[in-house]
């Protein structure tokens, strides 16, 4: 069994190396479950277009590139084969600024409370993915919070610096999402380690696909319904 992504069911089989490993890296189908829990947010509260675009690419660049550049970087394993740690932090770096600058632009503009949104995502975007403080962070709770509770509040913040009571059910929505996900994840994982044939972990990844296009493709059909 391959040590580094391009084993995984999503990355492309075709291209070069740089290339599926440049997609690898995305987990596609994960960030955009997170962009899409981002999305539910802004549904929750009065919003305009041009505000869940940009809370869409704030998160694609903090969890889509940043998230997943630190969780190499603070993996044993090197799960991107001989991608240097320069580029990885150079990813990090640039992406962190540009979606540190939409949030800025926004806060001060009039959604003062994605501060301590964001003040919540920076910290576990370190301490989850670097394994900060022992690894105490890095664990379902802190990848429920982070990667399904927050996006919803981020959402419905950048639209009107407010959460309702439909934000509050988005959220717990997109926790217990999240929540499967990750056990369903870690058990897929460990399974892919013993070397474990393929029908055995077959159940965990069908999950995992089915979850995954549920949640992006429900939130783009809203999207085009509200739209058309």
């Known amino acids: 069994m391959q040590e580094d992504r391009l084993s995984e069911w999503f990355v492309p089989k075709f291209g070069s190396q740089n290339f599926r490993l440049s997609v690898g890296i995305l987990f596609l189908p994960y960030t955009g479950m997170v962009v899409s829990f981002a999305i539910w947010g802004s549904l929750s509260v009065e919003f305009s277009f041009d505000r869940i675009v940009s809370i869409s690419l ?26 240097s740690r320069s580029k990885l932090w150079s990813a990090v770096i640039i992406s962190l600024i540009i979606s540190f600058s939409i949030g800025l632009y926004y806060i001060f503009l009039d959604s003062w409370l994605l501060v301590p949104i964001g003040i919540m995502e920076g910290f576990f975007l370190f301490a989850y993915n670097l394994e900060l403080f022992g690894g105490k962070f890095h664990n379902n709770l802190s990848f429920v919070i982070s990667w399904g509770i927050l996006p919803v509040f981020a959402g419905a913040a950048i639209q009107s610096s407010s959460i309702t009571v439909e934000t509050i059910i988005f959220s717990a929505i997109a926790g217990l999402v999240s929540y499967i996900l990750i056990i369903t994840s870690r058990k897929y994982k460990e399974l892919k380690r013993q070397n474990a044939n393929y029908e055995t972990y077959y159940k965990r990844e069908a999950i995992l696909k089915i979850v995954s296009s549920v949640v992006i493709f429900s939130t783009i059909f809203f999207i085009a319904l509200r739209y058309l």
């Open 58 to 83: 704030l998160y694609f660049f903090a969890i889509g590139i940043s998230a997943h550049c630190l969780d190499a970087l603070g993996s044993k394993k090197k799960p991107l084969g001989k991608v």
